[in-house]
């Protein structure tokens, strides 16, 4: 991919509806408010919403968490990519590399020595399995959690975008 062709933008609130186009569009809408509530969190300094624009076309976005709700990113102090999509159309051109590349980049430049992200567990995410681990994302030796909370042995929980394994990056290797 020639990188000259993208461009990583953080959104405002006159991206709202483009960035509700491109979930529509992945087939994972959001509720009703919630780029609204990111935008929110993003004018508090909590989060950073970034669109992706491809050729001029918008592509993907992700956002960057530095309050997560996982406890145990909150607790070690890392950030956490969240949220990350790349239309199909876009894919395979290294966008979603570039998108975490930004939000790596952004944490060293603060300091921080470690980033946070997580993957869901179905099929549907192999893709994604495969690229954060190529990336240098490991499990955090924690286990699967279920909405940011840690599922119990024997516990049963719906597998879903919720239930997901949490991967954490040492920024400094």
């Given at each position: 991919m020639q990188m000259e062709n993208l461009r990583i933008v953080r959104a405002g609130v006159d991206d709202i509806?483009?960035?509700?186009e491109i979930a529509m569009a992945m087939k994972s809408a959001k509720s009703i408010g919630y780029f609204e509530r990111?935008?929110?969190?993003?004018d508090a300094g909590e989060r950073l919403v970034f669109i992706a624009e491809?050729?001029?076309?918008?592509a993907g976005y992700c956002m960057l968490s530095w309050n997560p709700k996982y406890a145990f990113y909150r607790a070690m102090g890392y950030p956490e990519i969240q949220d990350l999509n790349v239309l199909p159309d876009f894919r395979q051109r290294g966008i979603a590399s570039a998108m975490i590349e930004k939000c790596e980049g952004l944490a060293q430049e603060k300091g921080l020595?470690?980033?946070?992200i997580s993957v869901g567990l179905t099929a549907s995410y192999g893709p994604a399995q495969r690229l954060y681990f190529k990336l240098g994302y490991v499990p955090d030796g924690h286990g699967v959690t279920y909405d940011r909370q840690p599922v119990a042995f024997g516990e049963f929980r719906p597998v879903d975008n919720d239930l997901c394994?949490?991967?954490v990056k040492d920024l400094q290797n």
């Amino acid at each position: 991919m020639q990188m000259e062709n993208l461009r990583i933008v953080r959104a405002g609130v006159d991206d709202i509806v483009r960035l509700d186009e491109i979930a529509m569009a992945m087939k994972s809408a959001k509720s009703i408010g919630y780029f609204e509530r990111a935008m929110e969190h993003q004018d508090a300094g909590e989060r950073l919403v970034f669109i992706a624009e491809y050729e001029g076309q918008a592509a993907g976005y992700c956002m960057l968490s530095w309050n997560p709700k996982y406890a145990f990113y909150r607790a070690m102090g890392y950030p956490e990519i969240q949220d990350l999509n790349v239309l199909p159309d876009f894919r395979q051109r290294g966008i979603a590399s570039a998108m975490i590349e930004k939000c790596e980049g952004l944490a060293q430049e603060k300091g921080l020595s470690h980033m946070g992200i997580s993957v869901g567990l179905t099929a549907s995410y192999g893709p994604a399995q495969r690229l954060y681990f190529k990336l240098g994302y490991v499990p955090d030796g924690h286990g699967v959690t279920y909405d940011r909370q840690p599922v119990a042995f024997g516990e049963f929980r719906p597998v879903d975008n919720d239930l997901c394994l949490m991967l954490v990056k040492d920024l400094q290797n």
